[in-house]
């Protein structure tokens, strides 16, 4: 199955090589998010996994060779609600392909799957005939790629997608599983339904999603990442941008020189590169535990690249176990 992937700046995942034009197999079952090689069918769901500005994308071909339980089948069919990330025993690399290549995909598979009218999206540039033109392709999905004052909206069905080109751009979606992407300066990307996701890639930027299971990443500096929900993440890759993520499991992630990571919620967490500040107000539900405590991450006391919480009033680092879960580091519960 033709799918989509990401990688770190040297081409690997989670410290596994990998090589444009090789086959790889795996030996053993299975199990997604736990075992065997993954990828997304949509292309915008690689940027939920991978979206730092040194990420690395391709186009793969993954296959599920071997026999599967029925319970991993349930509970595969059951992920696929949540985004489109598959597993499979085989992937082979087919080419790499840049954010905007990704970005190209999304829209060539929205046009082929869902469009009624006949529209061939063969090339960027030609999905529009000129400027201030937008083509809807179905009641759910819209893109316009205006150079500048573009609006794009999408407000009608599940699995919605906006997406907008240009400075001065917006780009809003409203529906279970909605996806707004903004690409240019001064934009502002929306997503306020369950599982969305909103992503800007230009500077002076916001994107905001609101939800159980949402997202929201910027690109660019003096930006705003903003997500409120149940198990939210927010992301900033610029300098002097802001993360802000507030629910419950709110993570928070700056990417930057001089930005910020804030958490506010049951159980938050916050990571931020060298030269960025951490920020965490965090809530325990169980216990009752309440603290706020914030850093400059100096790559000393508070480590670059690294998660935090906290427990007992103080910082804490986290890691992820073999189950997929967040933990505290050599300790024996999150």
């Not at 159980?212 to 149940?230: F, L, R």
Request: charge should be negative; hydrophobic fraction near 35%.
């Amino acid at each position: 199955m033709k799918a989509y992937k990401g990688f770190d700046r040297d081409f690997k995942c989670r410290d596994f090589q990998y090589e444009v034009g090789q086959l790889y197999t795996f030996d053993g079952k299975t199990s997604i998010c736990h075992a065997g090689f993954h990828a997304c069918v949509e292309p915008i769901d690689v940027l939920r996994f991978y979206c730092k500005p040194d990420t690395r994308y391709a186009v793969v071909d993954v296959e599920q060779t071997a026999d599967i339980s029925h319970l991993e089948t349930v509970f595969r069919e059951k992920h696929l609600k949540n985004d489109s990330k598959i597993v499979g025993d085989r992937i082979s690399v087919e080419k790499e392909i840049t954010i905007d290549d990704l970005i190209k995909e999304q829209i060539k598979r929205v046009a082929t799957h869902n469009t009624t009218r006949d529209i061939v999206v063969t090339d960027w540039a030609n999905i529009v005939a000129s400027d201030n033109d937008m083509y809807k392709l179905e009641p759910a999905t819209s893109i316009s790629t205006t150079r500048k004052n573009a609006i794009s909206c999408s407000a009608s069905l599940d699995n919605a997608l906006a997406v907008s080109t240009g400075d001065m751009s917006i780009s809003a979606s409203n529906s279970a599983y909605s996806k707004s992407i903004t690409l240019g300066d001064q934009s502002i990307a929306a997503s306020p339904r369950i599982n969305s996701r909103s992503t800007c890639l230009g500077d002076v930027s916001i994107a905001s999603s609101a939800g159980s299971y949402s997202c929201s990443k910027t690109y660019g500096e003096y930006s705003v990442a903003s997500s409120v929900g149940y198990q939210v993440n927010s992301a900033t890759y610029g300098d002097k941008s802001v993360a802000v993520s507030v629910g419950d499991a709110p993570f928070a992630v700056a990417d930057g020189k001089d930005s910020i990571a804030v958490a506010y919620g049951n159980r938050a967490y916050a990571q931020g590169s060298l030269g960025s500040y951490i920020v965490i107000a965090y809530v325990d539900k169980e216990t009752g535990e309440f603290a706020v405590k914030s850093a400059f991450v100096d790559g000393e006391k508070i480590k670059a690249d690294t998660i935090y919480s906290i427990r007992n009033g103080e910082f804490v680092e986290m890691v992820v176990d073999d189950r997929g879960v967040l933990v505290v580091k050599d300790g024996k519960s999150n």
